[in-house]
């Protein structure tokens, strides 16, 4: 079974930076597509970026221009940099995987941006 863990989460005062990493374990199959999505309380989840193997990517538009997304070169990571973070930006974030074997999602790691 795929396994993800995130890292990187925790207090930011707005107007500040974090970096979230996802690292995937276990993949059976090379090549696949990855993100992150959130769920700040009493809110359904919802997409951040994702990002495919070839490198093209999708923001939802509340981050466009704040938030970037990448992947480490062994294709089993990817980051997200979030900046000029809002309080608005609250919420669990949770890696995504898709591949071949189907969706995967980490256990989710805390962003809180308050002053």
């Known amino acids: 079974q795929v396994q993800l863990v995130e890292s990187g989460g925790g207090l930011v005062q707005p107007g500040g930076s974090l970096r979230l990493s996802c690292e995937a374990s276990?993949?059976?199959?090379?090549?696949?597509?990855m993100g992150w999505y959130r769920q700040a309380p009493g809110k359904q989840r919802e997409l951040v970026a994702t990002?495919?193997?070839?490198?093209?990517?999708n923001f939802a538009d509340s981050v466009k221009d704040r938030f970037t997304i990448s992947r480490g070169d062994a294709r089993n990571m990817v980051f997200l940099q979030m900046t000029s973070l809002k309080p608005e930006d609250t919420a669990v974030y949770y890696c995504?995987?898709?591949?071949?074997?189907?969706?995967?999602w980490g256990k989710g790691t805390l962003v809180t941006v308050s002053s």
């Open positions: 990002i495919t193997n070839d490198g093209r990517t």
């Open positions: 276990r993949t059976i199959f090379s090549i696949g597509d």
């Open positions: 995504w995987r898709r591949d071949y074997g189907g969706n995967y």
